[in-house]
């Protein structure tokens, strides 16, 4: 079946490093590919996503690239803030399915 | 403002009782879903629903159940059927449930049962 697989955390940076998280996946076909930020205490919000091969996501100066030769959509930001500290989650929809599989989450936490 | 409520964001319930948690969203949505989350992990898909009167399981369905009689509500019941009912829960909803639809997140209620 689908699954994701993500970097464990916590990963703990300090303020203006910069931030990748792993991400890879299994899947069958051509999946589209999602990253969540989930704030304490909240619900998920979309952060970037990516429908197909080499399709780069970014918002909010984070940016993904979907890389099916590696299976891989890692993230990544050039310089992160304290108010980047959040928990993240690599997620996939299959071409032919309606539900999402998401990673375990990644734990980041941005120290001044 | 359009958006998805949970309510209430904690609950307390003693073992044996069922309850149920509320899911409402005025985006027009056809498409919702709920998941758990346990400390430390991802997010499990309880049960979602494409339409109005259908739905289907998900990976986690046994000790739980659901309703779909309006477009904009979606009630998750926990049975006292459900072995390890404490956690977070989240509602989503998307416009479809097509590939490249995002799905938006309610703020969660947690549940503890003791």
């Known amino acids: 079946g689908d699954s994701v697989t993500q970097m464990e955390g916590p990963v703990t940076l300090s303020e203006e490093a910069f931030l990748t998280i792993n991400c890879t996946y299994t899947a069958t076909g051509y999946p589209s590919l999602f990253w969540y930020v989930q704030y304490p205490g909240e619900g998920l919000q979309l952060l970037l996503k990516a429908t197909k091969a080499d399709d780069k996501g970014s918002n909010k100066g984070f940016e993904a690239t979907y890389r099916k030769e590696t299976t891989s959509f890692h993230l990544e930001k050039g310089s992160v803030q304290v108010s980047d500290s959040a928990v993240y989650f690599c997620?996939?929809?299959?071409?032919?399915?309606?539900?999402?599989?998401f990673g375990g989450g990644t734990r980041l936490m941005v120290k001044p | 403002d359009g958006g998805i409520t949970q309510s209430p964001k904690y609950l307390f319930r003693k073992e044996g009782q069922n309850v149920t948690l509320s899911c409402e969203q005025n985006?027009?949505?056809?498409?919702m879903y709920w998941y758990r989350q346990d400390p430390g992990q991802g997010l499990r898909l309880i049960y979602y629903?494409?339409?109005?009167?259908?739905?289907q399981k998900g990976d986690i369905a046994e000790g739980y159940s659901v309703s779909r009689e309006k477009k904009e509500s979606f009630p998750l019941t926990v049975t006292s059927a459900q072995k390890n009912p404490t956690a977070f829960y989240l509602c989503a909803s998307s416009i479809t449930s097509g590939r490249a639809d995002e799905q938006y997140f309610g703020p969660g209620t947690r549940l503890t049962v003791t």
């Open positions: 997620a996939l929809r299959a071409f032919a399915g309606n539900m999402l599989t």
């Open positions: 985006l027009n949505h056809d498409a």
């Open positions: 629903s494409q339409i109005v009167n259908d739905f």
